[in-house]
């Protein structure tokens, strides 16, 4: 069964959803039914029928307000997610590269478009270099700017898209413990930033450090468990080093921003901060409008040609065909140069549908699990790359390390088959603590 | 059942090798420490020498990463007990070795690694899984133990075209089993050869698959290119990595391999039916047209290399001189056979396995004609009888074509002397002198633990199995004697011995004057537990025999005999101060202490991941972590390939990378 997803305008989307019954205030917490897990596969259902009253104009953008419907209200993301995934991720796209608020971090300013100059709204949230400092400290509240060096603070930063706002790049390696480069030998490098609720529920529950994690795990903590609410929402982007004078014509068909890296030498000491101009070649994007959260992920439709990264599975032509109507519609801005590769919603294909059943696992295409995998972010792994699934191993001990063989955390790495990774549904989990699929709270760091 | 019944499939093709090779050198490696020598050298520097020397020494593959492909190779033949299948499916599918990679790839390789890597009589090959056809047709067997080598046969090659290099004369046999549980079956019903196979399998008497295969007539620079150009000498082999080449320079070997149904009850890597051992110095004269190189040609190696064969370069040479010296002559290889008695008893066949016995005279893979080969028994009660069997084996059976399609395996009829085999030794002869070539070794010790690592403080148990003419015997007066050989020379006295004896009971095992153990026999089954008392590498060599009698070892471990590998892992008792909780272990000792010695002596590893780099191992440490787990000791993902990490280098490791997490991963702070 192969499913038609004729785009209509993303907006009229929501707001027949909306009008079908989802008025509900906002809410903090999802009650939506668990939607998209092994069990409880996606509903396969068509769209919902036009609304009656005023129609929005077919075929355009959404407007802010209309994508930040999805931020307001849990019950009309998640039968967004159910009903039309490529549209929910495209809107989850739209909504985190709009242009920020000046003067408020993670706020899109709703007098800006996309493609307008200055930073988009995930460049304002929390980099993960912010939330896990040093010694497990404390990380200062929500509001309170990045700290850029001085050294750094101290250089005008090149001309970008994003404006004058200095990104910190924190790793340059993949987490199958290897790098991949571009065209010109340099090596992809990442971030990952936290929108507010993610950081506000950190910040609060004493997640931040790796015996807050522990003490929450042995139920010692503020929490019961560690359940992000329904409005969290991660990224990880993956950039590549741009020389303003030589590769002007790639500039113009990436989004940009200027950036800062830690140079080490080969004992991990600190040398100088590189410093340069940087171009977005992936983005992921993890929102929780559903239980085991909603995996989207973006690619610059150059990668192909422009780094050593090769797609292994070719993206599905339904996706294909939202993307193709998509990028019409930003064919004004650099974000016309952007590819949705796919949204994950379940651990197990679907077939027929095409987000997780396209994605089939042929590695072993008698497991069924879904893969999904960008080349910039899981480039020698991508036959057995499944987010859901390795994300749901993101989990921490009840107790510090002591002997050699003790972990911290749960392995993600399942050994005898080939690649070593997971796919299909996680495993148990125990002894460890489910950590809500949030591998960024690995970053914490011991007190001691 | 075995190899030597049918059903039986056939493989031939080529293997491609890849060895790192420095490990090979004690000038470069110390096998007792797992450190480069000298142990404080810089990365740089190493290399440099190690560049710089490779005309000289003949250490022909710096960045070998050990990886193991069968190459074009395919199924020849298939032989069931109705006859010769002529069209079938599955002939002409692939045969391959496999093992699993942590990256996207297809046909993952297999790994080679040799217990003592000076050595040259401790190869093993770790792999994952064994397919035989392919998904649409054919049988996948999971590991169960690797493949070790045995039946070495040193001068197979005898080089008459004087093209041989380093280890291009020797052919060794590999072999283990895949139970039944193992093996996953596809295209049955297109394949009545594979069906007929699987039935064979599913008898109650079998217990699953064995796979039996030989390599010989390995080549050298034969694939090997730096900017382009072909690299064929160890002198352009010196000059490309002194600018800078880091690829690879692979060995091919021929290959030709049996699969037949494994007994219940059998060893699985061998051997499970009678031994035929090669009579010390025996040889014939080649017949026919052959031709012998000028004594001067032979050297094709640098002077003073030291070749794969390290311990061996000294039998080599001297061997390859004297055939060049005189009349080319022959032996015969280690080989199996087996007897199938017709329903009177009085006569029968004697199936030869012979897929490492007839040697060759060129790169051609001629074969030598030894002319007509002979089987013959030789009485238990009077030595002087012989009977002949069967009548003489003509070159024609046993010449390259032959050999090919029929997997080496020789049937010999005989309608009289069943007797005399009942009561009697088989022996092979040839030669105008009917000089006995190969003779059987009636009681053969036997045992899957033929490749062993010990950890400080370790013990694991060995059983050993004795064989009386293929079967367990049942002699209820036999004895083993166990004998200690270190760096390859015997062991006599107990301050020397690398390894600790003792029975399943901890009790040290009783040893004769000369530091010979024995263990009594009990059902055909002995077992001891052995552990070590220094690092290492050893072997442990086994005789059985009846209790009334003595039995000698050579002073040196003789390939024709039957023993264990063992290597004794260093004993890193100076990193004991770090191995405790709460102590911050810097990344410098990290480095120089556990991962120096893959990033020098085998610098591909470098390649992937550079392990001179902290962020880079940061970066990587879940996977270092799962990688040096030894619940993946067997597979081709257990890092490190070389098998030689202490279980303190281990902690050390792993402590380090929870000091990592501890501090929130990779990222540069």
């Not at chain 2, 990256?103 to 297809?106: E, H, L, P, Q, Y």
């Given at each position: 069964m192969i499913r038609l997803f004729a785009f209509l305008s993303l907006g009229t989307v929501i707001i027949a959803l909306m009008i079908s019954g989802c008025n509900k205030p906002d809410q903090k917490s999802s009650t939506v039914p668990?939607?998209?897990t092994a069990s409880n596969p996606p509903a396969t259902k068509p769209s919902e029928p036009q609304p009656s009253g005023p129609k929005p104009k077919a075929d355009a953008l959404p407007t802010l307000a209309e994508i930040s419907k999805l931020e307001e209200d849990s019950d009309t993301a998640a039968k967004l997610v159910g009903n039309a995934p490529l549209d929910f991720g495209w809107a989850m796209f739209l909504y985190t590269n709009w242009p920020a608020k000046p003067g408020e971090r993670g706020v899109p300013d709703p007098g800006k478009k996309p493609g307008d100059a200055g930073p988009v709204v995930w460049e304002t949230w929390k980099n993960v270099a912010e939330v896990f400092l040093d010694k497990g400290a404390e990380p200062p509240e929500w509001s309170v700017p990045p700290v850029v060096p001085p050294e750094v603070a101290s250089t005008t930063p090149p001309a970008s898209d994003s404006g004058p706002m200095w990104q910190r790049m924190t790793e340059s390696i993949q987490v199958d413990g290897f790098p991949t480069k571009d065209d010109s030998g340099q090596t992809i490098i990442y971030n990952v930033f936290q929108n507010k609720s993610v950081f506000d529920y950190i910040r609060t529950n004493g997640l931040y450090s790796v015996q807050g994690q522990i003490a929450v795990a042995a139920g010692s903590g503020p929490i019961p468990k560690i359940d992000f609410p329904w409005t969290a929402m991660e990224v990880k982007a993956s950039w590549r080093w741009l020389d303003p004078e030589k590769d002007q014509a790639k500039i113009a068909r990436y989004f940009t921003a200027p950036a800062y890296w830690a140079e080490l030498d080969d004992d991990g000491n600190f040398v100088k901060w590189q410093t340069g101009l940087m171009g977005l070649t992936g983005l992921h994007i993890i929102s929780k409008d559903l239980p085991t959260w909603v995996w989207i992920t973006f690619e610059q439709v150059d990668n192909g040609t422009w780094t050593k990264a090769k797609r292994l599975h070719p993206i599905p032509p339904e996706v294909q065909a939202v993307n193709s109507k998509m990028q019409k519609l930003l064919a004004a801005t650099k974000f016309a140069n952007y590819e949705l590769v796919g949204v994950q919603t379940s651990f197990m294909s679907n077939p027929g549908s095409p987000v997780d059943g396209t994605s089939i696992n042929t590695v072993d295409p008698g497991q069924g699990g879904s893969l999904l995998a960008n080349t910039q972010i899981e480039s020698a792994f991508q036959s057995r790359s499944s987010c859901i699934t390795c994300h749901s191993i993101a989990s921490v001990a009840k107790q510090l390390p002591q002997q050699p063989a003790d972990l911290l955390r749960k392995s993600f790495v399942e050994v005898g088959v080939t690649p070593p990774y997971y796919v299909g549904n996680g495993p148990d989990l125990a002894p460890f603590v489910s950590m809500d699929f949030v591998w960024s709270l690995r970053r914490a760091r011991s007190t001691e | 059942m075995s190899i030597l019944s049918l059903p039986r499939i056939t493989f031939s093709g080529k293997t491609e090798w890849n060895p790192d090779t420095t490990n090979n050198y004690d000038t470069y490696y110390d096998s007792a420490t797992a450190a480069p020598v000298p142990p404080n050298v810089s990365r740089d520097d190493y290399l440099g020498t190690l560049k710089s020397q490779v005309s000289d020494?003949?250490?022909?593959?710096?960045?070998?990463?050990h990886a193991v492909r069968f190459v074009?190779?395919?199924?020849?033949s298939i032989q069931l007990p109705t006859g010769g299948v002529t069209s079938d499916p599955l002939l002409g599918k692939p045969t391959l070795i496999l093992g699993l990679v942590w990256?996207?790839?297809?046909n993952p390789p297999a790994r080679l690694v040799d217990v003592d890597p000076y050595g040259a009589t401790s190869s093993q090959l770790f792999f994952d899984s064994f397919q035989i056809g392919d998904s649409q047709i054919g049988v996948t067997g999971k590991r169960v133990d690797r493949f070790s080598d045995r039946d070495f046969f040193f001068a197979r090659n005898l080089n008459l075209d004087n093209q041989a290099m380093i280890a291009g004369k020797m052919g060794v046999v590999w072999q283990t089993a895949f139970p039944k549980d193992q093996l996953t079956w596809n295209g049955l019903s297109s394949s009545p050869a594979l069906t007929a196979f699987k039935q064979a399998v599913d008898a109650s008497d079998a217990a699953g698959i064995v796979v039996r295969f030989v390599s010989y007539r390995t080549q050298y620079f034969t694939n090997c290119k730096f900017n382009g150009k072909s690299i064929t000498t160890f002198e352009e082999l010196q000059t490309a990595y002194e600018q800078g080449f880091t690829g690879r320079n692979p060995a091919y070997s021929a290959v030709l391999g049996n699969i037949g149904v494994w007994n219940t009850g059998k060893i699985q890597s061998g051997p499970s039916d009678c031994v035929l051992v090669p009579v010390p110095k025996a040889n014939v004269p080649i017949q026919g047209a052959v031709t012998s190189p000028a004594p001067a040609a032979i050297a094709a190696a640098p002077a003073g290399s030291k070749t794969l064969l390290s311990r061996q370069q000294t039998k080599l040479q001297s061997s390859a001189a004297a055939e060049a010296a005189s009349t080319p002559t022959a032996t015969l290889g280690q080989s199996q056979f087996r007897v199938e008695f017709d329903a009177t008893g009085d006569s029968g066949k004697v199936v030869l396995d012979f897929i490492n016995a007839v040697p060759e005279v060129n790169q051609q893979l001629?074969?030598?004609?030894?002319?007509s080969i002979q089987l013959q028994a030789r009485d238990n009660n009077d030595p002087k009888k012989v009977t002949l069997l069967g009548n003489p084996v003509p070159y024609a059976t046993y010449n390259r074509e032959a050999y090919t399609s029929g997997g080496g395996v020789l049937t010999v009829p005989f309608a009289m002397g069943a007797s005399a085999l009942k009561n009697g030794t088989l022996e092979v002869t040839a030669g105008p002198s009917t000089t006995v070539l190969l003779k059987e070794r009636p009681l053969e010790v036997v045992t899957d633990s033929k490749s062993i690592y010990l950890d400080e403080g370790q013990t694991t148990p060995v059983q050993l199995t004795v064989q009386d003419r293929g079967a367990i015997t049942t002699k209820t007066v036999l004895v083993i004697s166990i004998a200690q050989y270190f760096n390859g020379a015997l062991i006599a006295t107990a301050s020397s011995a690398p390894f600790r004896l003792t029975d399943t009971g901890g009790n040290l095992l009783p040893v004769d004057a000369n530091f010979i153990a024995t263990i009594p026999v009990v059902n055909g089954v002995a077992t001891f537990q052995v552990s070590p008392t220094m690092a290492g590498t050893g072997a442990l060599c086994y005789q059985a025999h009846l209790a009334s009698n003595a039995v000698l070892f050579p002073p040196g471990l003789e390939v024709a005999m039957s023993f264990s590998n063992i290597r004794n892992l260093p004993w890193d008792d100076s990193l004991a101060k770090f191995d405790q909780p709460g102590v911050v272990i810097p990344w410098s000792i990290v480095y120089e202490n556990v991962l120096k010695v893959y990033d020098l002596v085998y610098p591909v590893m470098s390649l992937v991941i550079d392990l001179r780099n902290k962020q880079a191992v940061d970066g990587a440490g879940g996977q270092f972590r799962r990688a040096t787990a030894l619940d993946i000791f067997e597979s081709t993902l257990y890092m490190p390939i070389t098998r030689e990490m202490s279980q303190r280098k281990r902690n050390i490791l792993w402590r380090y990378l929870q000091q990592v997490e501890m501090g929130g991963g990779a990222s540069p702070k």
């Open positions: 668990p939607k998209g | 020494q003949g250490n022909w593959n710096l960045y070998g990463d074009d190779t395919t199924i020849s990256s996207d790839g297809k001629v074969k030598a004609d030894l002319g």
